[in-house]
């Protein structure tokens, strides 16, 4: 195995997705992307996911030994899919090389972390390659048109410093702070996460309001934790969110 799963914090809320191919730099193959989606499946009493690397850098990219044929590029692209639309919060806990598909996992993600040091970048033009229109459309949306250029067209780099200072990078922390920040963000109401999740990747999509954004909308109003959310409010405690 080369994804380790671990469910951490109070009540198993946090799961924790570590890359473990440090002697490739967390490099991903296929059999990475298919342990990456199991890992992302059956979340149980999961609230907050957390993707992180072993060893001295999060993730360099696809392992080129093997990207050429059609069965990794449906993988990955499931997989990025997946990460995207999962219900509950996800957190990419980057450091050094974020390069390539270290960065697609980056932006796949809700939120993101690293340290001041941290590379992001898509080295495809120096590779031959091409990333698919939804990474390029993700980046452009993530970073602002003018630089997600830079990076596709010139191999231009980012670090976390400067990624923090642009917004992409919301907290710049090692992998173990990120954790921590975790744990901290299960104590937010799950349907309430779960909805706006949905809303922001139909905005995202170029989607009108769904008959099921819509659903959604009525059902979190009309949860228990939307009476506990003001009801703590007043009682000027602390919410038990139970995500019905």
Not at 110 to 137: C, N, S
Not at 207 to 218: G, H, M, N, Q
Request: aromatic share 4%; proline share 3%; glycine share 8%.
């Amino acid at each position: 195995m080369v994804v380790h799963v671990q469910q951490l914090g109070a009540a198993d809320r946090v799961r924790h997705v570590e890359l473990d191919r440090s002697e490739a730099a967390n490099a991903v193959d296929l059999a990475t992307l298919v342990e990456l989606r199991a890992a992302m499946a059956d979340l149980g009493s999961t609230r907050v996911l957390v993707i992180s690397g072993r060893g001295k850098h999060f993730c360099a990219g696809a392992d080129l030994t093997g990207v050429e044929g059609d069965e990794f590029h449906r993988e990955l692209s499931a997989m990025l899919h997946e990460l995207r639309d999962l219900p509950v919060l996800t957190i990419c806990a980057s450091h050094g090389a974020t390069l390539g598909l270290g960065s697609q996992l980056a932006i796949a993600a809700d939120l993101r972390t690293a340290t001041e040091k941290t590379r992001f970048g898509v080295p495809a033009v120096r590779l031959g390659i091409m990333v698919d229109q939804y990474t390029t459309r993700r980046l452009a949306q993530a970073v602002g048109p003018s630089l997600a250029r830079a990076m596709l067209l010139a191999g231009h780099e980012v670090s976390g410093a400067k990624a923090h200072d642009l917004g992409f990078v919301h907290r710049l922390a090692e992998p173990t702070e990120a954790l921590e920040w975790a744990d901290e963000l299960t104590a937010l109401a799950p349907m309430s996460i779960a909805g706006h999740k949905q809303s922001l990747n139909a905005l995202e999509d170029g989607l009108a309001l769904s008959p099921e954004l819509a659903d959604t909308f009525a059902n979190v109003w009309a949860s228990d934790d939307a009476q506990e959310g003001p009801k703590a409010f007043r009682e000027k405690r602390t919410p038990n969110f139970t995500g019905r």
